[in-house]
Protein backbone atom coordinates (compact mmCIF):
# COMPACT_ATOMS: atom_id res chain seq x y z
CA UNK A 1 0.00 0.00 0.00
CA UNK A 2 3.05 2.08 0.61
CA UNK A 3 4.16 1.50 -2.88
CA UNK A 4 0.99 2.66 -4.45
CA UNK A 5 0.74 5.91 -2.30
CA UNK A 6 4.71 6.67 -3.08
CA UNK A 7 3.58 6.01 -6.83
CA UNK A 8 0.44 8.05 -7.27
CA UNK A 9 2.35 11.29 -4.96
CA UNK A 10 5.15 11.26 -7.35
CA UNK A 11 2.60 11.04 -10.26
CA UNK A 12 1.01 14.10 -8.70
CA UNK A 13 4.13 16.44 -8.18
CA UNK A 14 4.99 15.68 -11.50
CA UNK A 15 1.58 16.88 -12.83
CA UNK A 16 1.80 19.87 -10.91
CA UNK A 17 4.84 21.10 -11.29
CA UNK A 18 5.06 20.85 -15.33
CA UNK A 19 1.80 22.81 -15.46
CA UNK A 20 3.24 24.77 -13.30
CA UNK A 21 6.51 26.01 -15.13
CA UNK A 22 3.56 26.08 -18.03
CA UNK A 23 1.59 28.50 -16.19
CA UNK A 24 4.50 30.49 -15.33
CA UNK A 25 5.44 31.93 -18.94
CA UNK A 26 2.00 33.25 -18.99
CA UNK A 27 1.36 34.49 -15.46
CA UNK A 28 1.48 38.35 -16.09
CA UNK A 29 -1.55 37.71 -18.17
CA UNK A 30 -3.24 35.57 -15.44
CA UNK A 31 -4.65 31.92 -15.88
CA UNK A 32 -3.52 30.01 -19.10
CA UNK A 33 -6.53 28.88 -20.85
CA UNK A 34 -7.04 26.44 -24.00
CA UNK A 35 -9.67 28.55 -25.65
CA UNK A 36 -6.27 31.71 -25.74
CA UNK A 37 -4.17 29.09 -26.57
CA UNK A 38 -5.86 28.17 -29.73
CA UNK A 39 -7.37 31.36 -30.54
CA UNK A 40 -10.51 30.54 -31.00
CA UNK A 41 -13.53 32.49 -33.07
CA UNK A 42 -15.96 34.49 -31.35
CA UNK A 43 -17.99 32.72 -29.41
CA UNK A 44 -16.88 29.77 -29.12
CA UNK A 45 -14.56 28.64 -25.79
CA UNK A 46 -12.82 25.34 -25.10
CA UNK A 47 -12.02 24.17 -21.56
CA UNK A 48 -11.73 21.85 -19.21
CA UNK A 49 -9.76 20.31 -15.65
CA UNK A 50 -8.10 17.31 -14.79
CA UNK A 51 -8.19 15.79 -11.17
CA UNK A 52 -5.87 13.21 -9.92
CA UNK A 53 -5.88 11.93 -6.13
CA UNK A 54 -4.66 9.25 -4.09
CA UNK A 55 -6.64 7.93 -1.26
CA UNK A 56 -5.69 5.33 1.64
CA UNK A 57 -8.27 4.24 4.01
CA UNK A 58 -7.70 2.04 7.22
CA UNK A 59 -10.07 1.09 9.55
CA UNK A 60 -13.03 0.41 7.03
CA UNK A 61 -16.23 0.39 8.58
CA UNK A 62 -18.37 -0.45 5.93
CA UNK A 63 -19.95 -3.93 6.64
CA UNK A 64 -18.33 -6.98 4.39
CA UNK A 65 -15.33 -4.15 3.38
CA UNK A 66 -11.72 -5.32 3.46
CA UNK A 67 -9.86 -3.52 6.62
CA UNK A 68 -8.06 -1.39 4.38
CA UNK A 69 -8.41 0.18 0.49
CA UNK A 70 -6.39 2.56 -1.64
CA UNK A 71 -6.71 3.73 -4.85
CA UNK A 72 -5.68 6.67 -7.70
CA UNK A 73 -8.63 8.17 -8.68
CA UNK A 74 -8.64 10.26 -11.88
CA UNK A 75 -11.07 12.66 -13.50
CA UNK A 76 -11.09 14.75 -16.70
CA UNK A 77 -13.66 17.03 -18.30
CA UNK A 78 -13.78 18.81 -21.66
CA UNK A 79 -16.25 21.85 -21.79
CA UNK A 80 -17.19 23.31 -25.15
CA UNK A 81 -19.09 25.82 -25.89
CA UNK A 82 -20.97 28.84 -27.85
CA UNK A 83 -22.38 31.50 -27.32
CA UNK A 84 -24.10 34.03 -30.45
CA UNK A 85 -26.43 37.06 -29.30
CA UNK A 86 -29.31 34.73 -27.29
CA UNK A 87 -28.16 31.44 -28.37
CA UNK A 88 -26.26 28.82 -26.76
CA UNK A 89 -24.83 25.60 -27.39
CA UNK A 90 -22.76 23.08 -25.12
CA UNK A 91 -21.18 19.85 -25.47
CA UNK A 92 -19.07 18.41 -22.02
CA UNK A 93 -16.86 15.22 -22.06
CA UNK A 94 -16.14 13.49 -19.04
CA UNK A 95 -13.90 10.32 -18.11
CA UNK A 96 -13.90 9.39 -14.65
CA UNK A 97 -11.69 6.32 -13.44
CA UNK A 98 -9.87 4.39 -10.95
CA UNK A 99 -6.06 2.84 -10.63
CA UNK A 100 -4.29 0.46 -7.94
CA UNK A 101 -7.66 -0.53 -6.64
CA UNK A 102 -7.61 -3.89 -4.34
CA UNK A 103 -9.66 -6.81 -6.26
CA UNK A 104 -11.79 -6.85 -2.60
CA UNK A 105 -11.68 -2.74 -2.95
CA UNK A 106 -15.66 -0.89 -2.28
CA UNK A 107 -15.85 0.75 -5.46
CA UNK A 108 -19.43 1.90 -6.80
CA UNK A 109 -20.28 3.91 -10.07
CA UNK A 110 -19.95 7.22 -7.70
CA UNK A 111 -16.04 6.02 -8.30
CA UNK A 112 -16.13 5.16 -11.89
CA UNK A 113 -17.61 6.40 -14.82
CA UNK A 114 -15.82 6.61 -18.10
CA UNK A 115 -15.87 8.61 -21.16
CA UNK A 116 -19.54 9.52 -21.66
CA UNK A 117 -21.57 12.83 -22.01
CA UNK A 118 -21.61 15.04 -19.10
CA UNK A 119 -23.36 17.90 -20.85
CA UNK A 120 -24.75 18.18 -24.19
CA UNK A 121 -27.47 21.14 -24.43
CA UNK A 122 -29.20 23.94 -26.38
CA UNK A 123 -30.28 27.49 -24.60
CA UNK A 124 -32.14 30.33 -25.19
CA UNK A 125 -32.02 33.75 -23.45
CA UNK A 126 -34.94 36.01 -23.89
CA UNK A 127 -37.12 39.08 -21.96
CA UNK A 128 -35.52 42.39 -20.23
CA UNK A 129 -31.82 42.34 -20.96
CA UNK A 130 -31.90 38.65 -21.45
CA UNK A 131 -33.18 37.67 -18.15
CA UNK A 132 -34.72 34.57 -18.89
CA UNK A 133 -33.14 31.61 -20.04
CA UNK A 134 -34.61 28.11 -21.40
CA UNK A 135 -32.45 24.86 -21.85
CA UNK A 136 -32.79 21.56 -23.26
CA UNK A 137 -30.92 18.50 -22.90
CA UNK A 138 -28.29 17.09 -21.07
CA UNK A 139 -26.91 19.35 -17.92
CA UNK A 140 -25.50 19.39 -14.45
CA UNK A 141 -27.05 21.96 -11.96
CA UNK A 142 -27.02 23.29 -8.59
CA UNK A 143 -29.34 24.78 -6.06
CA UNK A 144 -29.01 26.46 -3.06
CA UNK A 145 -26.66 24.85 -0.57
CA UNK A 146 -26.42 22.19 -3.20
CA UNK A 147 -28.38 20.19 -0.49
CA UNK A 148 -30.58 18.22 -3.01
CA UNK A 149 -29.33 19.21 -6.15
CA UNK A 150 -25.83 19.29 -6.97
CA UNK A 151 -22.95 18.99 -9.19
CA UNK A 152 -20.13 17.04 -7.47
CA UNK A 153 -16.95 18.71 -7.10
CA UNK A 154 -14.91 16.31 -4.90
CA UNK A 155 -16.46 12.73 -5.64
CA UNK A 156 -15.10 11.28 -9.20
CA UNK A 157 -18.35 10.83 -11.30
CA UNK A 158 -21.12 13.57 -11.55
CA UNK A 159 -24.38 13.72 -11.42
CA UNK A 160 -26.02 14.93 -14.70
CA UNK A 161 -30.15 15.33 -15.37
CA UNK A 162 -31.77 14.78 -18.97
CA UNK A 163 -34.74 17.48 -19.28
CA UNK A 164 -35.47 21.30 -19.62
CA UNK A 165 -34.68 23.72 -16.91
CA UNK A 166 -35.33 27.40 -17.01
CA UNK A 167 -34.46 30.30 -14.78
CA UNK A 168 -35.35 34.00 -14.41
CA UNK A 169 -33.52 36.80 -12.32
CA UNK A 170 -35.45 40.23 -12.07
CA UNK A 171 -34.07 43.69 -11.57
CA UNK A 172 -33.88 43.48 -8.11
CA UNK A 173 -31.98 40.08 -7.13
CA UNK A 174 -34.53 37.85 -7.01
CA UNK A 175 -34.20 34.53 -8.73
CA UNK A 176 -36.18 31.58 -9.86
CA UNK A 177 -35.30 28.17 -11.38
CA UNK A 178 -37.68 25.30 -12.49
CA UNK A 179 -36.35 22.08 -13.69
CA UNK A 180 -37.88 18.73 -15.12
CA UNK A 181 -35.76 15.87 -15.69
CA UNK A 182 -34.73 12.46 -15.53
CA UNK A 183 -31.35 12.03 -13.35
CA UNK A 184 -28.74 10.40 -15.49
CA UNK A 185 -28.11 6.59 -14.36
CA UNK A 186 -24.59 5.84 -14.38
CA UNK A 187 -22.91 2.32 -15.52
CA UNK A 188 -21.26 -0.26 -15.28
CA UNK A 189 -22.55 -0.54 -11.26
CA UNK A 190 -20.75 -4.10 -10.66
CA UNK A 191 -17.81 -4.48 -9.04
CA UNK A 192 -15.28 -6.03 -11.84
CA UNK A 193 -16.34 -4.35 -14.34
CA UNK A 194 -15.86 -0.90 -12.29
CA UNK A 195 -12.16 -2.65 -11.50
CA UNK A 196 -11.39 -2.93 -15.06
CA UNK A 197 -12.61 0.55 -16.08
CA UNK A 198 -15.36 -1.03 -18.46
CA UNK A 199 -17.63 1.61 -19.97
CA UNK A 200 -21.24 1.62 -20.39
CA UNK A 201 -23.21 4.13 -22.01
CA UNK A 202 -24.65 6.58 -18.98
CA UNK A 203 -28.58 6.99 -19.84
CA UNK A 204 -32.03 8.12 -18.03
CA UNK A 205 -35.38 7.30 -18.71
CA UNK A 206 -38.45 7.38 -17.32
CA UNK A 207 -38.50 5.14 -14.72
CA UNK A 208 -36.91 8.03 -12.63
CA UNK A 209 -38.06 11.67 -12.97
CA UNK A 210 -37.33 14.70 -10.85
CA UNK A 211 -39.77 18.07 -10.86
CA UNK A 212 -38.92 21.01 -9.02
CA UNK A 213 -38.94 24.43 -8.77
CA UNK A 214 -36.75 26.71 -6.82
CA UNK A 215 -36.91 30.96 -5.51
CA UNK A 216 -34.20 32.81 -3.90
CA UNK A 217 -35.42 35.99 -2.69
CA UNK A 218 -32.80 37.90 -1.12
CA UNK A 219 -35.49 40.94 -0.42
CA UNK A 220 -38.39 39.30 0.58
CA UNK A 221 -37.34 39.27 4.61
CA UNK A 222 -35.60 42.80 4.57
CA UNK A 223 -38.68 44.61 3.54
CA UNK A 224 -41.29 42.42 5.63
CA UNK A 225 -39.38 42.07 8.74
CA UNK A 226 -36.78 44.36 8.57
CA UNK A 227 -34.07 41.59 9.22
CA UNK A 228 -30.74 41.61 7.01
CA UNK A 229 -31.57 37.44 5.74
CA UNK A 230 -31.52 35.94 2.28
CA UNK A 231 -34.25 33.24 2.01
CA UNK A 232 -34.52 30.52 -0.47
CA UNK A 233 -37.26 28.00 -1.04
CA UNK A 234 -37.72 25.19 -3.15
CA UNK A 235 -40.04 22.16 -3.63
CA UNK A 236 -38.62 19.03 -5.40
CA UNK A 237 -40.59 16.06 -6.44
CA UNK A 238 -39.34 12.50 -7.56
CA UNK A 239 -41.08 9.58 -9.26
CA UNK A 240 -39.19 6.30 -9.05
CA UNK A 241 -40.56 2.87 -10.28
CA UNK A 242 -38.70 -0.33 -11.64
CA UNK A 243 -37.40 -1.14 -14.74
CA UNK A 244 -36.64 -4.50 -16.50
CA UNK A 245 -33.20 -4.52 -15.72
CA UNK A 246 -33.43 -2.49 -12.40
CA UNK A 247 -34.52 -3.11 -8.92
CA UNK A 248 -35.63 0.12 -7.08
CA UNK A 249 -37.09 1.18 -3.73
CA UNK A 250 -39.93 2.76 -6.09
CA UNK A 251 -39.94 6.20 -3.91
CA UNK A 252 -42.47 8.53 -4.64
CA UNK A 253 -41.09 11.44 -2.61
CA UNK A 254 -42.28 15.43 -2.27
CA UNK A 255 -39.62 17.59 -1.06
CA UNK A 256 -40.14 21.09 0.63
CA UNK A 257 -37.62 23.43 2.09
CA UNK A 258 -36.42 26.80 3.09
CA UNK A 259 -32.72 28.66 4.18
CA UNK A 260 -32.07 31.64 5.61
CA UNK A 261 -28.73 32.94 5.76
CA UNK A 262 -27.03 36.14 6.76
CA UNK A 263 -23.76 37.88 5.04
CA UNK A 264 -20.68 37.04 6.66
CA UNK A 265 -18.79 40.08 7.87
CA UNK A 266 -15.65 41.07 9.94
CA UNK A 267 -16.23 41.01 13.58
CA UNK A 268 -19.95 39.79 13.22
CA UNK A 269 -21.40 36.38 13.36
CA UNK A 270 -23.69 35.22 10.44
CA UNK A 271 -26.11 32.42 10.57
CA UNK A 272 -27.20 29.74 8.01
CA UNK A 273 -30.60 27.63 8.68
CA UNK A 274 -32.15 25.38 6.33
CA UNK A 275 -35.10 22.98 7.03
CA UNK A 276 -36.38 20.46 4.41
CA UNK A 277 -39.69 18.12 4.88
CA UNK A 278 -40.42 15.10 3.11
CA UNK A 279 -43.52 13.04 2.51
CA UNK A 280 -45.13 10.16 0.04
CA UNK A 281 -43.85 6.71 -0.18
CA UNK A 282 -41.33 4.33 -0.82
CA UNK A 283 -40.31 0.76 -0.40
CA UNK A 284 -37.70 -0.78 2.36
CA UNK A 285 -35.47 -2.10 0.21
CA UNK A 286 -35.30 -2.85 -3.78
CA UNK A 287 -35.47 -6.55 -3.70
CA UNK A 288 -38.34 -7.41 -6.28
CA UNK A 289 -40.29 -9.49 -3.37
CA UNK A 290 -40.64 -6.39 -1.45
CA UNK A 291 -43.95 -4.70 -2.63
CA UNK A 292 -45.23 -3.23 0.69
CA UNK A 293 -45.24 0.84 0.11
CA UNK A 294 -44.57 2.38 3.14
CA UNK A 295 -45.71 5.88 4.29
CA UNK A 296 -42.45 8.14 4.01
CA UNK A 297 -42.13 11.06 6.91
CA UNK A 298 -38.75 12.30 6.85
CA UNK A 299 -37.17 15.94 8.04
CA UNK A 300 -33.75 17.59 7.83
CA UNK A 301 -32.16 20.81 9.83
CA UNK A 302 -28.97 22.14 10.23
CA UNK A 303 -27.79 24.85 11.82
CA UNK A 304 -24.71 26.61 11.17
CA UNK A 305 -23.28 30.15 13.62
CA UNK A 306 -20.56 31.67 12.66
CA UNK A 307 -18.13 34.23 13.83
CA UNK A 308 -15.37 36.20 11.13
CA UNK A 309 -12.33 37.26 13.17
CA UNK A 310 -10.35 40.50 12.01
CA UNK A 311 -7.07 38.46 11.45
CA UNK A 312 -4.52 38.68 8.84
CA UNK A 313 -5.38 34.95 8.44
CA UNK A 314 -9.24 35.56 7.99
CA UNK A 315 -10.07 33.07 10.78
CA UNK A 316 -13.59 32.27 10.82
CA UNK A 317 -14.72 29.90 13.21
CA UNK A 318 -18.55 27.85 12.49
CA UNK A 319 -20.37 26.12 14.93
CA UNK A 320 -22.33 23.56 13.40
CA UNK A 321 -25.74 21.18 14.01
CA UNK A 322 -27.21 18.76 11.74
CA UNK A 323 -30.32 16.83 12.41
CA UNK A 324 -31.42 13.86 9.19
CA UNK A 325 -34.37 11.80 10.69
CA UNK A 326 -34.27 7.80 10.35
CA UNK A 327 -36.07 5.09 10.17
CA UNK A 328 -38.14 4.32 13.84
CA UNK A 329 -38.37 0.68 13.46
CA UNK A 330 -37.91 -1.44 10.48
CA UNK A 331 -41.24 -4.15 11.82
CA UNK A 332 -44.06 -1.03 11.31
CA UNK A 333 -45.45 0.34 8.07
CA UNK A 334 -43.70 3.52 7.79
CA UNK A 335 -40.37 5.22 6.64
CA UNK A 336 -38.22 7.83 8.21
CA UNK A 337 -35.13 7.92 6.66
CA UNK A 338 -34.16 11.30 5.13
CA UNK A 339 -33.46 11.16 1.39
CA UNK A 340 -31.08 13.55 -0.03
CA UNK A 341 -32.12 12.92 -3.53
CA UNK A 342 -28.96 14.50 -5.55
CA UNK A 343 -27.27 15.94 -3.02
CA UNK A 344 -23.27 16.17 -1.86
CA UNK A 345 -22.26 15.55 1.85
CA UNK A 346 -18.65 16.32 1.11
CA UNK A 347 -18.83 19.85 2.71
CA UNK A 348 -20.20 18.77 5.79
CA UNK A 349 -19.03 14.98 6.53
CA UNK A 350 -16.15 14.64 4.80
CA UNK A 351 -14.78 13.59 1.15
CA UNK A 352 -17.12 10.96 0.08
CA UNK A 353 -15.21 8.03 -2.05
CA UNK A 354 -13.52 5.75 -0.27
CA UNK A 355 -14.33 6.80 3.12
CA UNK A 356 -18.14 8.49 3.17
CA UNK A 357 -19.46 6.54 6.04
CA UNK A 358 -21.72 9.28 7.24
CA UNK A 359 -24.34 10.20 4.78
CA UNK A 360 -27.65 12.90 5.34
CA UNK A 361 -29.73 10.25 7.28
CA UNK A 362 -30.42 9.13 10.63
CA UNK A 363 -28.08 11.36 12.41
CA UNK A 364 -27.48 14.00 14.62
CA UNK A 365 -24.18 15.72 15.04
CA UNK A 366 -22.93 18.84 16.61
CA UNK A 367 -19.44 20.39 15.95
CA UNK A 368 -17.28 23.03 15.22
CA UNK A 369 -15.25 24.35 11.82
CA UNK A 370 -12.50 26.47 12.00
CA UNK A 371 -10.89 27.75 8.62
CA UNK A 372 -8.35 30.06 7.61
CA UNK A 373 -5.70 31.45 4.84
CA UNK A 374 -2.54 32.35 7.16
CA UNK A 375 -0.17 33.00 4.06
CA UNK A 376 -0.52 33.44 0.21
CA UNK A 377 -2.89 30.89 -1.61
CA UNK A 378 -2.91 28.26 1.31
CA UNK A 379 -5.84 27.64 3.14
CA UNK A 380 -6.53 25.47 6.01
CA UNK A 381 -9.56 23.81 7.85
CA UNK A 382 -10.28 22.29 10.58
CA UNK A 383 -13.64 20.20 11.47
CA UNK A 384 -14.72 18.38 14.52
CA UNK A 385 -17.58 16.45 15.32
CA UNK A 386 -19.49 13.66 17.50
CA UNK A 387 -21.77 12.20 15.82
CA UNK A 388 -25.39 10.22 17.35
CA UNK A 389 -28.27 7.91 15.99
CA UNK A 390 -31.60 9.74 15.47
CA UNK A 391 -32.73 6.00 15.92
CA UNK A 392 -31.22 3.61 17.15
CA UNK A 393 -32.83 1.10 15.40
CA UNK A 394 -31.58 2.24 11.78
CA UNK A 395 -28.25 1.93 10.07
CA UNK A 396 -25.60 4.08 10.45
CA UNK A 397 -25.19 6.43 6.89
CA UNK A 398 -24.39 4.44 4.53
CA UNK A 399 -21.88 1.58 6.48
CA UNK A 400 -24.82 -0.76 6.54
CA UNK A 401 -24.24 -1.16 10.49
CA UNK A 402 -27.40 -1.82 12.13
CA UNK A 403 -28.65 -3.44 15.58
CA UNK A 404 -32.75 -3.64 15.01
CA UNK A 405 -33.09 -4.27 18.55
CA UNK A 406 -31.36 -1.06 19.04
CA UNK A 407 -29.57 -2.30 22.01
CA UNK A 408 -26.20 -1.13 21.08
CA UNK A 409 -26.84 2.37 21.70
CA UNK A 410 -27.19 5.42 19.78
CA UNK A 411 -23.44 7.20 19.93
CA UNK A 412 -21.19 6.80 17.09
CA UNK A 413 -18.26 8.03 18.13
CA UNK A 414 -16.15 11.04 16.88
CA UNK A 415 -14.03 12.55 13.93
CA UNK A 416 -11.86 14.85 13.36
CA UNK A 417 -11.10 16.23 9.84
CA UNK A 418 -8.14 18.40 8.59
CA UNK A 419 -7.64 19.79 5.09
CA UNK A 420 -4.91 22.18 3.61
CA UNK A 421 -5.09 23.85 -0.15
CA UNK A 422 -2.30 24.95 -2.11
CA UNK A 423 -3.22 27.53 -4.77
CA UNK A 424 0.17 26.66 -6.68
CA UNK A 425 -0.99 28.73 -9.78
CA UNK A 426 -3.92 30.24 -9.18
CA UNK A 427 -6.69 29.74 -12.02
CA UNK A 428 -4.47 26.59 -13.17
CA UNK A 429 -3.04 24.20 -10.71
CA UNK A 430 -4.16 23.26 -6.83
CA UNK A 431 -3.42 21.02 -4.41
CA UNK A 432 -5.24 19.40 -2.06
CA UNK A 433 -4.85 17.16 1.48
CA UNK A 434 -6.83 15.87 4.22
CA UNK A 435 -6.86 13.73 6.82
CA UNK A 436 -10.08 12.04 8.42
CA UNK A 437 -9.06 10.38 12.16
CA UNK A 438 -12.49 8.87 13.43
CA UNK A 439 -13.20 7.10 16.40
CA UNK A 440 -16.55 4.99 16.21
CA UNK A 441 -18.00 3.46 18.88
CA UNK A 442 -21.29 1.14 19.97
CA UNK A 443 -22.69 -0.43 16.37
CA UNK A 444 -18.51 -0.69 15.78
CA UNK A 445 -15.93 -0.04 17.85
CA UNK A 446 -12.84 0.85 15.02
CA UNK A 447 -10.38 3.47 14.78
CA UNK A 448 -9.99 4.55 11.15
CA UNK A 449 -7.84 6.67 9.52
CA UNK A 450 -8.57 8.57 5.84
CA UNK A 451 -5.48 10.32 3.86
CA UNK A 452 -5.78 11.60 0.41
CA UNK A 453 -3.83 14.19 -1.78
CA UNK A 454 -5.15 15.01 -5.00
CA UNK A 455 -4.68 18.04 -7.82
CA UNK A 456 -6.84 19.64 -9.57
CA UNK A 457 -5.87 21.65 -13.11
CA UNK A 458 -7.66 23.91 -15.12
CA UNK A 459 -7.13 24.48 -18.97
Not at 132 to 139: A, L, T
Not at 186 to 203: C, F, M, V, W
Not at 237 to 252: I, M
Request: glycine fraction near 6%.
Amino acid sequence: MFSKATCAIKHLLALSTALLISNSLHAADGPWTLSDALGLEEGFTLSGEHQSRFEHYDGNVFVGASPNDGAFFLRTTLDAQYKRDRFSAQIELVDARQGQADRDSRLSNSNVSTLDLLQANVGYKFGVNNSSEVRVGRFTQDWGSRTLIARNRYRNSINALDGVSFSHTQANGNEFKFLSAQPVRRTPRDRLSLLDNEHRADKSSEALRLHGVFANLPNLLPSLLDVDLDLETYYIALKEKDTRKLQTSNRNLHTFGFRVRSTAAINEWDINWESIFQTGERRASSNPLDTVDLDHQAFYQRVELAYSFDTPSRLRAIFEFNYASGDESPADRDSGRFDTILGVTTPEFGPVSLYAPISRSNIITPGIRLTATPWANISLMADYRHFWLAEDKDSWGRTGQRDVTGSSGDYMGQHLELRIRWSVAPGNVRIDSGLILLDSKDLIDEQSEFFYIGTKIDF
